[in-house]
């Protein structure tokens, strides 16, 4: 959790692969994976600390720079929210087979792969415009599906967006706070509805690993990408796809 959560081969479609070999579905995991998700959530906030505390002293302090990149997040924020909503039954559904999240991991093979030919960008962080707002949470919606990584998803759009390699990094992120936080929420119901209970003997220390993992894998992620290597995960994800089309098959034979 704490590597795919950020690098761009999509958490989700590990988990669903994991859960499938293991015999365990997400909602019956919902509470541990919670646990795993609140620590790569704390690592995120812990990593992108010195940004968060300028944007909001900015806004504080009634910055139009700050002011206009907590609106054009806002402006992300809005599709991510009504896309991920309207999928939300079909994501239920991809996750009864993992073919279906190795299908998608070609998609998002074949989007990191597209970045080989994309350009050095010249739009900076605090002069993003709407529409390239829009097509980021766009991108980030999508990302719901199981397979398709909302990292990946959001750099690969804000690259083709014209962005900066760096501020294409940091937007990925800052913009996700939102709606990371807001399904983090929605899923403590859930559990809390269903009665679901957390296990500290198991969840304290693989609190700590995701969350120190996934530290270590955004210093890792923003080296890549600023080099402009962000293509070289899509080998990857096309291997990750190829176990999961095996494990589908396995498992359709059960």
């Known amino acids: 959790q704490g590597a795919t959560e950020f690098l761009p081969v999509s958490s989700s479609a590990h988990l669903a692969f994991i859960g499938a070999m293991a015999g365990i579905s997400e909602k019956d995991a919902l509470p541990f994976f919670l646990i795993l998700h609140f620590a790569t959530l704390v690592a995120m906030t812990a990593y992108f600390r010195k940004d968060l505390l300028d944007i909001a002293g900015g806004c504080l302090k009634l910055d139009r720079e700050k002011w206009k990149l907590a609106i054009m997040i806002l402006i992300t924020t809005i599709p991510t929210g009504i896309i991920g909503l309207a999928l939300k039954s079909h994501v239920e559904k991809a996750f009864v087979s993992p073919a279906w999240p190795a299908a998608f991991l070609v998609v998002t093979a074949a989007a990191l792969f597209s970045t080989r030919f994309a350009r050095e960008g010249k739009t900076g962080l605090f002069s993003l415009n709407s529409p390239q707002a ?121």
């Open 134 to 254: 829009l097509a980021i949470g766009i991108a980030q919606g999508i990302a719901v599906l199981p397979g398709i990584s909302r990292s990946g998803s959001t750099l690969v759009a804000g690259l083709f967006c014209g962005m900066k390699r760096e501020d294409a990094f940091r937007y990925s992120f800052l913009a996700s706070m939102p709606a990371v936080a807001g399904a983090f929420l929605l899923d403590i119901r859930e559990v809390l509805k269903t009665g679901g209970e957390f296990g500290l003997g198991v969840t304290a220390p693989s609190f700590a690993l995701a969350a120190c993992v996934g530290f270590v894998s955004l210093v890792f992620l923003k080296k890549t990408v600023v080099r402009g290597g962000l293509h070289k995960f899509a080998y990857y994800c096309l291997f990750a796809a190829a176990c999961g089309f095996m494990i589908a098959s396995s498992f359709a034979r059960t």
